[in-house]
Each structure stands twice: as structure tokens, then as C-alpha cells.
């Protein structure tokens, strides 16, 4: 049973933007830190934008600047803002939920973004 539920993906043309949801209400409990992974065709699965057991948020160097993670808690809603998309951007994108710091990831089915030149 997948726990966590990923919306909003689609096709866009580079420079569009797009707003990634993630439905996590069984991870509202602060000891899970959320974050969005992506999994680009032929490449590893990479971290994009995640938030540390601080509160604080990391991105990765690609989408610094044009991705916007955020959290509501009532219910736990995870977003990704995704600006000024470029092809590169093409991936599925993944919700995760990390019991903090153990490495025990939590992870939803995806949702697919495609970003035409």
C-alpha cells in the first residue's frame, strides 16, 4: 500500500513551470524528513530538494534558484515549485519520507515530468 502520493506532473515547454503535490499524511510526525528525488532516464536516482531534521532546506546544484520545496501540516502536503524548467529537467520525480538521519527512506509511486525544448 503506497502511503505517499505524488500529483501534478505533466508536459510543459522549457521555461514553463510546474507544481509537484505529495499527499503524506502518516508522515506528518516530525521525526520524518521529507524531500523530492528524481530519476532521469539513464542516470541515477538523485536528491532535488529535501528538508533536513532542522527544518532547514537543501537542493540540489541544478535546480537551485528555479525549485521551491515546501510543507503544509495540516494535512502533510509536500510541493516542489518548479520554475523555469528546462529539458534536462525530464525525469520522474519521486516523494520520499526519511526516518531523519537513518537512511530509511518511505517512497511514492512518482509522477512523471517531461519539459520539451
Known amino acids: 500500500q503506497v502511503h505517499l502520493r505524488e500529483s501534478g506532473g505533466g508536459s510543459v515547454q522549457s521555461g514553463g513551470s510546474l507544481r509537484l503535490s505529495c499527499a503524506a499524511p502518516?508522515?506528518?510526525?516530525?521525526?520524518?524528513?521529507m524531500a523530492w528525488f528524481r530519476r532521469r532516464p539513464g542516470k541515477e536516482r538523485e536528491k532535488v530538494a529535501g528538508f533536513a531534521a532542522d527544518g532547514s532546506t537543501v537542493y540540489a546544484d541544478s535546480v537551485r534558484g528555479r525549485f521551491t520545496i515546501s510543507q503544509d501540516h495540516s494535512p502533510n502536503t509536500l510541493y516542489l515549485q518548479m520554475d523555469s524548467l528546462k529539458p534536462e529537467d525530464t525525469a520522474m520525480y519521486l516523494c520520499?519520507?526519511?526516518?531523519?538521519?537513518?537512511?530509511?527512506?518511505?517512497w511514492g509511486q512518482g509522477t512523471q515530468v517531461t519539459v520539451s525544448s
Open positions: 520520499s519520507a526519511e526516518l531523519c538521519n537513518t537512511g530509511l527512506y518511505h
Open positions: 502518516e508522515y506528518a510526525d516530525s521525526r520524518f524528513c
